[in-house]
């Protein structure tokens, strides 16, 4: 460990994402611990105006909720990505480190250390507030529809799932020049295969009306293709014990389905996507850095991809509903054509040869 971690290294990342640090713990207690404290609230005014207490599930809620969250989140570990590779993605800068006896394994693992620590400094801050709230609290609630383990899991799978994400975008940043540019492709596409998969399904149901179990397997296939997702948490109905004297025959209660297998297989993404960046990483050319592909071969993959991408953004968003297949497809080869032209522009605008 000692042969990868660098003291200088290490300074020099934090001094750059110390405040992504704290723009992240900003946005967590933003969402979680302010959004159980307002709910926390609107049952005390509830309790205030009815002369009943509701010791509900409104921890659960206020936990899980926020749908403005999973973007805004996902938008800050872009930004994290950004800040650690920008400063280094100009000639003299890259240079200098290069000189210096530094490897490039270091450079990056260092680089993913630090953004790994700043998200898990971020994530353990709110869970020990979450947790004091919840203690202190503990007389509102009725921990059977809000228990402790709810933090627990939170903090786990919201933590695997943001550095899986994070690992992904820096691997964008090994292999692309422009840093901002590698950002926001990063982040979509991990959001392509669901495209793909919602204008399968919908090309799957004009052919095969009648067929369920093919849906059954496209919704599975959906479901654990879509990363974004994995955080987001579903409905079940749970049914209080009678002897609590609860007026209700059921809540709906929030929870992770797959809890286990979702973290399994976002550990095991993480180690792909690191392993890839650090391939990319020691294999670029520092010559190569100011073009938006730092890999020549990959720079036809690059254009194929916005592309066909373009092409199937548009129909995912029109839908293809009652259209014939033939309106389908020149839309489909139509706006493949745009995203040719457009690709190739951004390969010549955004790669500087200075």
């Known amino acids: 460990m000692s042969k990868i971690l660098n003291k200088g290294l290490l300074y020099k990342e934090w001094i750059n994402v110390r405040w992504v640090t ?14 159980v404290m307002t709910l926390l609230n609107q049952n005390k005014m509830y309790m205030k105006y009815n002369g009943v207490i509701r010791t509900d599930k409104w921890f659960n809620e206020g936990l899980y909720g926020g749908s403005s969250y999973y973007f805004v989140m996902v938008f800050v570990v872009i930004i994290l990505a950004i800040i650690l590779f ?6 003299e800068t890259q240079g200098f480190i290069a000189s210096m006896p530094f490897t490039r394994k270091e450079i990056m693992l260092n680089k993913w250390l630090v953004g790994v620590v700043s998200l898990l400094i971020s994530f353990v801050v709110t869970y020990i507030l979450l947790s004091i709230f919840y203690v202190t609290n503990i007389n509102d609630l009725n921990t059977i ?7 627990v899991k939170w903090f786990f799978m919201d933590t695997f799932q943001y550095i ?3 690992t992904f975008i820096m691997l964008m940043q090994a292999v692309m020049g422009n840093s901002i540019v590698a950002g926001m492709v990063g982040g979509i596409i991990l959001g392509v295969p669901t495209l793909i998969s919602m204008v399968v399904r919908e090309l799957v149901i004009i052919y095969y009306r009648d067929s369920q179990s093919i849906s059954i ?13 994995y955080n987001v948490a579903k409905q079940k109905s749970f049914y209080p014990n009678p002897a609590e004297n609860i007026n209700q025959d059921y809540y ?25 960046a650090y391939v990319a990483y020691k294999k670029r050319n520092i010559e190569y850095n100011l073009r938006l592909i730092a890999f020549k071969n990959l720079e036809p993959v690059f254009i194929g991809g916005v592309a066909i991408c373009s092409g199937i953004l548009v129909i995912a968003i029109k839908g293809i509903g009652n259209q014939r297949l033939s309106v ?21 605008g955004l790669s500087s040869r200075k």
């Open 22 to 35: 704290l723009l992240t713990i900003v946005v967590l207690l933003f969402y979680k611990a302010y959004g």
């Open 217 to 229: 397997i496209l919704d599975k296939i959906c479901y654990w293709i879509n990363i974004y997702s």
């Open 328 to 348: 389908f497809g020149i839309y489909f080869v139509i706006f493949i054509i745009i995203g040719y032209f457009i690709s190739k522009l951004l390969l010549k």
């Open 252 to 276: 709906q209660n929030f929870y992770y389905s797959n809890y286990n297998l979702k973290l399994l297989v976002l550990l095991m993404l993480t180690c792909l996507f690191l392993f890839l």
């Open 86 to 91: 920008i400063g280094e993605k100009t000639s």
């Open 164 to 166: 899986c994400i994070f």
């Open 145 to 151: 529809l809000n228990p402790y383990s709810d933090i």
